[in-house]
T-cell receptor
């Protein structure tokens, strides 16, 4: 079972450019999440989706947008990247009625 | 919202000794407390979790204890081994409906051979 797959695994992006980080899960989980991980700050929630067609803002949503057109996919878009968005991004999912989250392998993004 | 504090940020223990990592949370309605282990360059992986209706849970060499009155919970690793070296994260949430995890800032555990 693939679980949660993220793409790309790493990317160097010029400031001002846009980029979409992809996330796909095959566990039919209702909820999906995007976290960013920065040294000393742990995992901080960017955006989430409780079910297909709905999204919500997390702790650090500015500069990011998401969509949830179907159950399996939850892309994260940076419209105009800035160096402070350099981070490791993790997608996660959880089944209905539980916060037990399973993570993708991460995307390391460097904005220069 | 929920706030989770985790201590210590780094911990070194001799192989075979025990390691304890502590977390406190702020939301008295939180009732789900997982622990994740993250090896270098890998994804966080759930290693143990506890719900508020129990005070302790064990799984082989790892255990988690919960004190709801004091709003703190701890991870205990006994008979530590080199493969226990990793970053450990605690988290808390309300575990009903569609609630989201709030993570601590992590503890880098190093096992000294």
């Amino acid at each position: 079972t693939a679980g949660i797959t993220q793409a790309p695994t790493s990317q160097i992006l010029a400031a001002g450019r846009s980029m979409t980080l992809r996330c796909t899960q095959d566990m039919r989980h209702n909820a999906m999440y995007w976290y960013r991980q920065d040294l000393g700050l742990g995992l901080r929630l960017i955006h989430y989706s409780n079910t297909a067609g709905t999204t919500g803002k997390g702790e650090v949503p500015d500069g990011y947008s998401v969509s949830r057109a179907n159950t399996d996919d939850f892309p994260l878009t940076l419209a105009s990247a800035v160096p402070s968005q350099t981070s490791v991004y993790f997608c996660a999912s959880s089944d209905f009625g539980t916060a037990k989250a399973f993570f993708g392998q991460g995307t390391r993004l460097t904005v220069v | 919202g929920e706030n989770v504090e985790q201590h210590p940020s780094t911990l070194s223990v001799q192989e075979g000794d025990s390691a304890v990592i502590k977390c406190t949370y702020s939301d008295s309605a939180s009732n789900y407390f997982p622990w994740y282990k993250q090896e270098l360059g890998k994804r966080p992986q759930l290693i143990i979790d506890i719900r508020s209706n129990v005070g302790e849970k064990k799984d082989q060499r790892i255990a988690v204890t919960l004190n709801k009155t004091a709003k703190h919970f701890s991870l205990h690793i006994t008979e530590t081994q080199p493969e226990d070296s990793a970053v450990y994260f605690c988290a808390a949430s309300r575990d009903f409906g569609n609630e989201k995890l709030t993570f601590g800032t992590g503890t880098r555990l190093t096992i000294i051979p």
